[in-house]
């Protein structure tokens, strides 16, 4: 067995394992990444191709799409794949976490076992099915990222399955009595128009449908689908059934698409299936305790957390019981929430393993909550904010719950790494924009200079808070500092558009609401210069390359005032800059 050490070991690499690792790795923190599977993402990943959605609900929340790692990532694609090919969206996840210094990628490698010293985790076992290499991997601190809560079920975290009674927690969406049931698995499939009709026979094993079977069910995009082809979660659970639910899936969709090609008019004579999954996406199953659980009244109220680490703002989406099998109601029921909500700190690390961080789908919430924090953005930003909290703990060397006491910064550092968090705003006491005076030669009404440097990263509600310029006027943003500063960076937010879908989809009305290639808003091309007593000490001709988050590192060149001078967008007419942070040599 070959053993190794990191301080922070992550299991599970679908969006919130990853940005996790990411987050932790890019602070310095040794971290291991174990993936049971070739590629990175999840259900996000090629192998069951769901799109990452977030608190935007499909665009219908303005402004509220996750940034940070999620955004890097997304944006990454949107530069490299502009036709949205899953596998180039599978290496884009692969590149980021494969050349991430600090960080060991293992993939098609299972964690098998976990060795704890009582309320500790010491140790994970995991064998690379390629390899046929077992690994003893120790670690300061664990995150579980596996979607399934496995690596807390077996350290003796406690978790909760299937749905709590509406009196535990207050909730109005619970059933009246608890019982287990979760949401079921499902297999997604693409087709694709050839042109001229294209035959479909149907296998001897799949399933029949009528229309009167699929009346709740709508099938009218027949391009992709379906997420209501769903099973497990009632009488079989999802976990210990989960090979005969893939079976009983497979049966299920191509039974489907038999009925679109072969039972009525659908309007699909020329499509033909071009990819089915094999890989079943997972809804639900273990869902961790924390010291806090999040519920009903958290997302709908949208309660002011002082320990909010990250946000959400999808509905509470909570399915059918059985799934598919229940053909007499809707699939879903959409319950919207208040706009969007914050998820407290105290719902990403177990309440009683002491090392033992919580990310994605299994975090601390109830069945109702976690109807809504389940969506993959969510997932994502929640492992942002567990990566950097496991790096202020390993430098002090404290656990999850330590750092409670310190979650300001830890909500400032996060801010910094361009995260959104509702309510807070830059307090970083070594920013110098923030004593800048703002001014710029133009703007727009609404969009003045000193929004960039008013403490909010976006748009919220009514409130721009951004720096907005006509690209023709050639506008310049100048950042003028009470004193001479040694430079050591320069951080942009720029504007890539929040309203806007980005996600990776199989589906063509998601893609057809996406621009191909990079936001027209953001910025392309752009002129950072340093000043002294009016003279540029240093010039810098710079490129965003599709990205919003820009960082510059200077070598500590001496300057009174910073100027910001865009030259070129992907398209749009105006540049929009919502922050500008400064830092001076320590
Ligand atoms: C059909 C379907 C449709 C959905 N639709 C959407 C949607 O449109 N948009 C959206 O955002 N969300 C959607 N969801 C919800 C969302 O996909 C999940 O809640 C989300 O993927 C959870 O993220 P995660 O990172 O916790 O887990 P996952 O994405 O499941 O990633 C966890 C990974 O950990 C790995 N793993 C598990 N155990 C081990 C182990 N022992 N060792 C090593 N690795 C392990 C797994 O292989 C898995 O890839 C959907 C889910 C399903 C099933």
Same mark, same amino acid.
């Given at each position: 067995m070959?053993?190794y050490?990191?301080?922070? /070991?992550?299991?599970g690499?679908?969006?919130s394992?990853?940005?996790?690792?990411?987050?932790?790795?890019?602070r310095?923190?040794?971290?291991?990444l +174990?993936?049971?599977?070739?590629?990175?993402? #999840?259900?996000?990943?090629?192998? %069951?191709?769901?799109?990452?959605?977030?608190?935007?609900?499909?665009?219908?929340?303005?402004?509220?799409? @996750?940034?940070?790692?999620l955004e890097?990532?997304?944006?990454?694609? &949107?530069?490299?794949?502009?036709?949205?090919v899953?596998?180039?969206f599978?290496s884009?996840?692969?590149?980021?976490?494969?050349?991430?210094?600090?960080?060991?990628?293992?993939?098609?490698?299972h964690?098998t076992?976990v060795l704890?010293d009582?309320?500790?985790?010491?140790? =994970?076992?995991?064998?690379?099915?390629?390899?046929?290499?077992?690994?003893r %991997?120790l670690?300061t601190?664990?995150l579980d990222?596996?979607?399934?809560?496995?690596?807390?079920?077996k350290?003796?975290?406690?978790?909760?399955?299937?749905?709590e009674s509406s009196?535990?927690? #207050?909730?109005?969406?619970?059933?009246?009595?608890e019982?287990?049931y979760?949401?079921g698995?499902?297999?997604m499939?693409?087709a694709?128009?050839?042109?001229h009709?294209?035959?479909?026979i149907?296998?001897?094993?799949?399933?029949t449908?009528?229309?009167?079977?699929?009346?709740?069910?709508?099938?009218?995009?027949?391009?992709?689908?379906?997420?209501? +082809?769903?099973?497990?979660?009632?009488?079989r659970?999802?976990?210990?059934h989960?090979?005969?639910?893939?079976?009983?899936?497979l049966k299920?969709?191509?039974g489907?698409?038999?009925?679109i &090609?072969?039972?009525?008019?659908h309007?699909?004579?020329?499509?033909?299936l071009?990819?089915?999954?094999?890989?079943?996406?997972?809804r639900?199953s273990?869902?961790?305790?924390g010291?806090?659980v999040l519920?009903?009244?958290?997302?709908l109220?949208?309660?002011?957390f002082?320990?909010?680490?990250?946000y959400?703002?999808w509905?509470m989406?909570i399915h059918?019981?059985?799934?598919?099998?229940? @053909?007499s109601?809707?699939?879903?029921?959409?319950?919207?929430?208040?706009g969007?909500?914050s998820?407290?700190?105290?719902?990403?690390y177990?309440?009683? +393993?002491r090392?033992?961080?919580?990310?994605?789908?299994?975090i601390?919430?109830?069945?109702?909550?976690f109807?809504?924090t389940r969506?993959?953005?969510?997932?994502?930003v929640? #492992?942002?904010?567990?990566?950097?909290?496991?790096?202020m703990a /390993?430098?002090r060397?404290?656990g999850?719950? @330590?750092?409670?006491?310190?979650?300001?910064?830890?909500q400032?550092?996060?801010?910094?790494?361009?995260?959104?968090?509702?309510? %807070?705003t830059?307090q970083?006491?070594?920013?110098?924009?923030?004593?800048a005076?703002?001014t710029?030669?133009?703007h727009?009404?609404?969009?003045e200079p000193?929004?960039?440097?008013?403490? =909010?990263?976006?748009?919220?509600?009514?409130?721009?808070?951004?720096w907005?310029?006509?690209?023709?006027?050639?506008?310049?943003?100048l950042?003028?500092?009470p004193?001479?500063t040694?430079?050591?960076e320069?951080?942009? /937010?720029?504007?890539?558009?929040?309203s806007?879908?980005?996600?990776?989809s199989?589906?063509q009305?998601?893609?057809?609401?996406?621009?191909?290639g990079?936001?027209s808003?953001l910025?392309?091309?752009?002129?950072?210069?340093?000043?002294?007593?009016g003279?540029?000490?240093?010039?810098?001709?710079?490129?965003s390359?599709?990205?919003?988050?820009?960082?510059?590192?200077?070598d500590?060149?001496v300057?009174?005032? +910073?100027?910001?001078?865009?030259?070129?967008?992907?398209?749009?007419?105006?540049?929009g800059?919502?922050e500008?942070r %400064?830092?001076?040599?320590?």
């Amino acid at each position: 067995m070959n053993t190794y050490h990191y301080d922070f /070991v992550v299991v599970g690499g679908g969006m919130s394992g990853i940005c996790a690792a990411i987050a932790a790795a890019r602070r310095g923190v040794k971290t291991a990444l +174990i993936h049971d599977r070739p590629v990175l993402g #999840g259900n996000a990943s090629s192998e %069951i191709r769901m799109h990452i959605c977030g608190a935007d609900h499909h665009m219908s929340v303005p402004n509220a799409r @996750e940034t940070g790692i999620l955004e890097e990532i997304l944006l990454e694609n &949107k530069r490299r794949n502009p036709e949205m090919v899953y596998p180039i969206f599978d290496s884009v996840l692969w590149e980021k976490v494969h050349y991430q210094e600090n960080l060991t990628l293992y993939l098609n490698t299972h964690m098998t076992e976990v060795l704890c010293d009582g309320d500790r985790i010491e140790a =994970v076992c995991a064998l690379q099915m390629t390899t046929q290499k077992t690994f003893r %991997i120790l670690g300061t601190l664990f995150l579980d990222a596996t979607g399934d809560g496995i690596l807390g079920a077996k350290a003796g975290a406690e978790y909760r399955i299937g749905r709590e009674s509406s009196s535990q927690y #207050g909730e109005s969406l619970a059933p009246e009595k608890e019982d287990p049931y979760t949401m079921g698995n499902s297999l997604m499939f693409k087709a694709r128009d050839m042109g001229h009709e294209v035959p479909f026979i149907k296998p001897f094993w799949a399933n029949t449908y009528t229309e009167e079977q699929l009346r709740l069910r709508d099938h009218s995009d027949v391009t992709s689908g379906y997420w209501w +082809i769903e099973l497990g979660g009632g009488e079989r659970d999802v976990i210990s059934h989960g090979e005969e639910l893939r079976d009983d899936l497979l049966k299920a969709v191509f039974g489907v698409w038999d009925h679109i &090609k072969n039972g009525g008019e659908h309007g699909a004579e020329c499509m033909e299936l071009e990819w089915v999954g094999f890989l079943p996406g997972k809804r639900e199953s273990r869902r961790l305790i924390g010291d806090y659980v999040l519920t009903e009244k958290d997302c709908l109220e949208s309660i002011r957390f002082d320990d909010a680490v990250a946000y959400g703002g999808w509905p509470m989406d909570i399915h059918t019981v059985e799934g598919f099998l229940n @053909e007499s109601d809707d699939p879903t029921v959409w319950n919207q929430v208040n706009g969007i909500y914050s998820i407290p700190y105290r719902c990403l690390y177990s309440k009683n +393993i002491r090392n033992l961080f919580l990310g994605g789908r299994a975090i601390s919430c109830s069945h109702v909550a976690f109807s809504s924090t389940r969506v993959m953005g969510t997932c994502a930003v929640v #492992g942002q904010a567990v990566g950097t909290a496991a790096s202020m703990a /390993v430098k002090r060397n404290l656990g999850p719950r @330590e750092i409670l006491d310190c979650v300001g910064e830890l909500q400032q550092e996060l801010l910094k790494d361009d995260c959104y968090i509702p309510f %807070i705003t830059n307090q970083d006491p070594d920013d110098f924009a923030r004593q800048a005076v703002v001014t710029a030669t133009h703007h727009i009404p609404g969009c003045e200079p000193e929004k960039a440097v008013n403490g =909010v990263a976006r748009t919220v509600k009514e409130e721009s808070n951004c720096w907005r310029a006509a690209i023709e006027d050639r506008p310049s943003l100048l950042l003028s500092l009470p004193e001479k500063t040694p430079i050591r960076e320069i951080r942009l /937010v720029l504007d890539s558009n929040l309203s806007r879908e980005i996600t990776p989809s199989i589906n063509q009305g998601v893609l057809s609401r996406q621009k191909s290639g990079p936001p027209s808003e953001l910025l392309k091309d752009y002129e950072v210069d340093i000043l002294l007593e009016g003279e540029v000490v240093e010039h810098m001709a710079a490129q965003s390359h599709g990205q919003r988050q820009q960082q510059h590192f200077i070598d500590g060149t001496v300057g009174d005032a +910073i100027r910001i001078s865009p030259i070129t967008t992907y398209g749009g007419r105006e540049a929009g800059i919502f922050e500008v942070r %400064i830092y001076s040599c320590k």
